[in-house]
């Protein structure tokens, strides 16, 4: 099974301390993670990296953002094709069905996260796989769009015979 790149977001060492020992008990090999502090640092990662990362795990409250929304949305910004799954410890259901409806592939509570690990371990799995089959299910619907246009343009007379 390949090995997937997620950028950790988060300001808390202890927190990325207790997400990296997560995943690494509990989907070994899985997943290598790059941890930054700041919107800025992970930025700059994703700015040279970008194809390289799978998952991004985001805090919402970062020390260069102005607050969880603004924290959301320069990274979708910044990362808009790449998976993000909002990790705080915030409990604002109205704030993560919000996110959810704008692009964030799922919404875990630290607090949560502290008492069952397993469901960091569930979430990435699910979000990394359902990213994944969106992806494939695009490039079909795009390749079926295609081939209809070619069909319409052969149809209209738009077509050529090569040698």
């Not at 320069?74 to 808009?80: E, N």
Request: charged share 30%; aromatic share 4%.
């Amino acid at each position: 099974m390949a090995t997937h790149e997620i950028l950790l977001v988060e300001d808390s060492v202890d927190d990325a301390f207790l997400v990296c020992r997560t995943i690494d008990k509990h989907l070994p090999g899985r997943f290598k993670v790059n941890h930054k502090m700041n919107m800025a640092d992970a930025e700059s990662h994703i700015q040279e990296r970008k194809n390289s990362v799978s998952l991004i795990l985001l805090d919402l409250g970062l020390p260069d953002t102005k607050n969880g929304r603004d924290s959301f949305d320069r990274m979708k910004s910044y990362a808009s094709e790449i998976p993000i799954v909002v990790l705080t410890g915030l409990e604002d259901h109205d704030l993560a069905l919000a996110l959810i409806r704008e692009g964030a592939e799922d919404f875990v509570n630290k607090g949560l996260m502290r008492e069952k690990p397993e469901l960091l371990r569930d979430v990435l799995e699910f979000a990394t796989c359902r990213h994944q089959l969106l992806g494939d299910t695009n490039k079909k619907n795009e390749q079926k769009v295609k081939d209809k246009d070619d069909v319409i343009s052969w149809m209209s007379g738009g077509y050529s015979i090569k040698p």
